[in-house]
C-alpha cells in the first residue's frame, strides 16, 4: 500500500470507476475528488505550466471516462493506469515545445501563500520548480514521481513502461541533476532555519 | 565557506521535496467543473429520474402505453354497444336474456342406467 497522504486505495478507486459506468452519478464526483488533485500535481510539477497542466488533466479524466465501460477490474490500478496517461501527455507536450528556452515557460502560480508556511516555503517551491523544470524529460518525470507524488519504484516503472533498475538509475541522476542546478542558492533557501 | 557547504545536501533535497508534498496546488474550481461536465456527459448509462419513468419503460415506452390504452378503450365500447352480429354479453352478464331450456329426458330416462351396466 502506498502511504502517500493523498492516495486512495486501488479497489476504491476501481469500485468507483464500475459504479460510474452502471449509471451511478455520485461515483464520478467522489471518483474525481479522488484522482484529479494527483493527476494535476504531477502534470503541473512535470510541465511547469498551469494552463498545459489543466489541459492534460483534463484530457486524461475524459479518457478514464471513455474507457469506464471496458475497464476489467484487477488488470491495473485505476491510479497507475492515469498516471501513465497523464506521464504520456506530458512527453507529448514536452517534445512539442522543442527548442522553447527553460525561461521562457511560466512559473506555476503558488500555492495557497497561507498553506505553504510564508515566502520562504513559497520561495523553495519556486527554487524546485526551476530547478525540476532544467531536468531532461524522463528524469523530471521520475523525480516527481518517486519523491513528491511518492510512488514505489514497481509502479513508476509500470507508469513509465521501463524496468525497475531504469527507474532507480532515472531518479539517482535526476537527484545529481537537481543538486547541481541548486547549487549556490542553499543560503537564498535558508535551510540552516530548519531544525532536521 | 568552503564549495561543500553551498551544495544541497540529500537531507536538503529531502526538504524541498517535502515542502512540495505538503503543498500541493489547488485543482482549479473551473477544472473540476469541467471534468464532472464531461463525466455525466460521457456516462453510458442514464439511471431512470423516478418511478414513473421506470414504470413507463417496463410497459414499452410511449408506443407500448399507447398501445394498451387503445386496446382498453376499443375493448370497452364493444363492451358497451357491441355490434349486432356479437352476442350481448353485457345483456347476458346482467340476466337480461332468458335461458335454453335442454331437453335431457333421454339421459335420465328409466332403463338407460340399466343398459349401462
Same mark, same amino acid.
Given at each position: 500500500?502506498?502511504?502517500?497522504?493523498?492516495?486512495?486505495?486501488?479497489?476504491?478507486?476501481?469500485?468507483?470507476?464500475?459504479?460510474?459506468?452502471?449509471?451511478?452519478?455520485?461515483?464520478?464526483?467522489?471518483?474525481?475528488?479522488?484522482?484529479?488533485?494527483?493527476?494535476?500535481?504531477?502534470?503541473?510539477? @512535470?510541465?511547469?505550466?498551469?494552463?498545459?497542466?489543466?489541459? @492534460?488533466?483534463?484530457?486524461?479524466?475524459?479518457?478514464?471516462?471513455?474507457?469506464?465501460?471496458?475497464?476489467?477490474?484487477?488488470?491495473?490500478? @485505476?491510479?497507475?493506469?492515469?498516471?501513465?496517461? @497523464?506521464?504520456?501527455?506530458?512527453?507529448?507536450?514536452?517534445?512539442?515545445?522543442?527548442?522553447?528556452?527553460?525561461?521562457?515557460?511560466?512559473?506555476?502560480?503558488?500555492?495557497?501563500?497561507?498553506?505553504?508556511?510564508?515566502?520562504?516555503?513559497?520561495?523553495?517551491?519556486?527554487?524546485?520548480?526551476?530547478?525540476?523544470?532544467?531536468?531532461?524529460?524522463?528524469?523530471?518525470?521520475?523525480?516527481?514521481?518517486?519523491?513528491?507524488?511518492?510512488?514505489?519504484?514497481?509502479?513508476?516503472?509500470?507508469?513509465?513502461?521501463?524496468?525497475?533498475?531504469?527507474?532507480?538509475?532515472?531518479?539517482?541522476?535526476?537527484?545529481?541533476?537537481?543538486?547541481?542546478?541548486?547549487?549556490?542558492?542553499?543560503?537564498?533557501?535558508?535551510?540552516?532555519?530548519?531544525?532536521? | 565557506?568552503?564549495?561543500?557547504?553551498?551544495?544541497?545536501?540529500?537531507?536538503?533535497?529531502?526538504?524541498?521535496?517535502?515542502?512540495?508534498?505538503?503543498?500541493?496546488?489547488?485543482?482549479?474550481?473551473?477544472?473540476?467543473?469541467?471534468?464532472?461536465?464531461?463525466?455525466?456527459?460521457?456516462?453510458?448509462?442514464?439511471?431512470?429520474?423516478?418511478?414513473?419513468?421506470?414504470?413507463?419503460?417496463?410497459?414499452?415506452?410511449?408506443?407500448?402505453?399507447?398501445?394498451?390504452?387503445?386496446?382498453?378503450?376499443?375493448?370497452?365500447?364493444?363492451?358497451?354497444?357491441?355490434?349486432?352480429?356479437?352476442?350481448?354479453?353485457?345483456?347476458?352478464?346482467?340476466?337480461?336474456?332468458?335461458?335454453?331450456?335442454?331437453?335431457?329426458?333421454?339421459?335420465?330416462?328409466?332403463?338407460?342406467?340399466?343398459?349401462?351396466?
Amino acid at each position: 500500500m502506498n502511504m502517500h497522504a493523498g492516495n486512495t486505495e486501488p479497489d476504491t478507486e476501481a469500485e468507483l470507476l464500475a459504479r460510474y459506468a452502471a449509471g451511478d452519478p455520485a461515483a464520478a464526483r467522489l471518483l474525481a475528488a479522488q484522482v484529479t488533485p494527483r493527476m494535476f500535481a504531477h502534470a503541473l510539477r @512535470v510541465l511547469g505550466d498551469q494552463a498545459e497542466a489543466e489541459d @492534460v488533466t483534463q484530457d486524461a479524466m475524459m479518457r478514464l471516462w471513455s474507457i469506464a465501460p471496458e475497464w476489467r477490474t484487477g488488470e491495473a490500478k @485505476v491510479s497507475t493506469w492515469l498516471y501513465r496517461v @497523464v506521464a504520456n501527455l506530458c512527453i507529448d507536450r514536452l517534445r512539442k515545445r522543442g527548442g522553447v528556452p527553460l525561461e521562457d515557460i511560466a512559473e506555476p502560480a503558488d500555492p495557497a501563500p497561507s498553506a505553504v508556511q510564508g515566502m520562504q516555503q513559497a520561495t523553495r517551491l519556486d527554487a524546485l520548480q526551476a530547478a525540476l523544470n532544467s531536468l531532461p524529460d524522463r528524469q523530471r518525470q521520475a523525480v516527481v514521481l518517486r519523491h513528491i507524488d511518492g510512488l514505489g519504484n514497481p509502479q513508476i516503472a509500470e507508469v513509465l513502461e521501463i524496468g525497475v533498475e531504469a527507474v532507480e538509475s532515472l531518479t539517482a541522476r535526476g537527484k545529481r541533476a537537481l543538486k547541481t542546478a541548486l547549487e549556490g542558492r542553499k543560503d537564498a533557501l535558508g535551510f540552516e532555519d530548519d531544525t532536521i | 565557506m568552503t564549495r561543500s557547504d553551498k551544495n544541497t545536501t540529500d537531507t536538503e533535497l529531502e526538504t524541498l521535496f517535502a515542502a512540495a508534498r505538503s503543498a500541493p496546488p489547488p485543482v482549479p474550481d473551473a477544472l473540476m467543473s469541467q471534468i464532472l461536465a464531461d463525466a455525466q456527459r460521457m456516462q453510458p448509462i442514464q439511471p431512470a429520474t423516478g418511478g414513473f419513468v421506470s414504470w413507463l419503460r417496463a410497459l414499452g415506452g410511449g408506443p407500448g402505453v399507447g398501445g394498451l390504452v387503445f386496446a382498453t378503450c376499443v375493448g370497452f365500447w364493444i363492451g358497451v354497444a357491441p355490434p349486432a352480429n356479437l352476442p350481448d354479453l353485457a345483456g347476458q352478464l346482467l340476466n337480461l336474456q332468458s335461458s335454453t331450456d335442454i331437453d335431457d329426458s333421454d339421459l335420465t330416462g328409466f332403463g338407460w342406467d340399466i343398459e349401462e351396466g
